[in-house]
Every structure is written in C-alpha cells, then in structure tokens.
C-alpha cells in the first residue's frame, strides 16, 4: 500500500504524527479520532491491507441505525497513527488538536472496491456499519439495522 501522499502533506520534522511503514502483522483495528481542525470532522479509519484507510466525517459516526453521514475518503494514514492523539502545529496540514474518540475491533463481512460492510467492536461504537462509494472521494458511512437472526 502507498503512504506517499500521506508523506508528502508532513513535515515530520514540524508534526509529531507518525512516519509510519506499512504495517501487516497486525489484527483488524479500527480508530475515530475528533479532529479540531479548521473544520471539526471525526476521521474514520480501518485497518486494512498494511494501512489506515481513512475517511473523514464531518457529522461524526452514527450511532443509530439507518442514519447515513457523509464519508470523504483521504490518504491512507500508517498503522501507527492509531494511537495518534496531539497537537498537529499551525502551519503543518490538518493543524489543529486531535483525540481519540473511540477505538476498537472489526469484522469486514463485505468487501468491494465501492462497498465495505463490517461490524464494529468499539467503546461507544458497536454493531454493523456499511461504506458506501458514491462518487469521487464521496463515501456514505451507514449504521446498518441489525440483521435477523
Ligand atoms: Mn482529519
């Protein structure tokens, strides 16, 4: 996987967010982080082949079923920016504060280049979720109804 755009948005030298390498020993994680930017938006991200897939939701992730929030997809992020949480400096991209707003484990059920649907094991989020191509960088991230049994 590529973090080549995610390397050249950086001054590692100015930002303490990590370089990073893709990674492929590790499970299936995921991470929100609330991103005081310019603009508040919570970045979403998967781990998913060696990288962060990554969108960012300005509305922040539903917690309730049915309910869809737009998903804009940006640059793989490393492994290591999972425990990312800190100042990003005036100046650098993305500056602002970022925290972890919840974090946890996922099961991918569906996986296509336009449609994801997965199952979330976090603190505050847990149950089914779909991401939704629906054009250019345009996601839509959906909590789904829980499936009958
Ligand atoms: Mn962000």
Redesign the pocket.
């Known amino acids: 996987m590529n973090l080549k755009e995610y390397r050249q948005k950086r001054d590692f030298k100015q930002t303490s967010e990590p370089e990073g390498e893709p990674d492929f020993t590790v499970g299936s994680h995921f991470v929100v982080?609330k991103?005081q930017?310019r603009q508040l938006?919570y970045?979403f991200r998967l781990e998913m082949g060696g990288v962060l897939k990554s969108w960012?939701v300005p509305k922040g992730v539903p917690l309730d079923p049915g309910i869809r929030r737009l998903a804009i997809q940006?640059e793989d992020h490393p492994i290591d920016y999972i425990d990312f949480a800190g100042v990003i400096p005036v100046g650098q991209y993305?500056a602002g504060t970022v925290e972890i707003w919840d974090r946890g484990d996922f099961k991918l059920d569906r996986e296509e280049p336009d449609h994801l649907e997965f199952t979330l094991i976090g603190e505050k989020l847990s149950g089914d979720y779909a991401l939704i191509h629906t054009r250019s960088k345009n996601w839509l991230l959906i909590k789904r109804k829980a499936r009958a049994e």
Request: hydrophobic share 40%; proline share 0%; charged share 10%.
């Open positions: 982080q991103h930017a938006h970045d960012a940006v993305g």
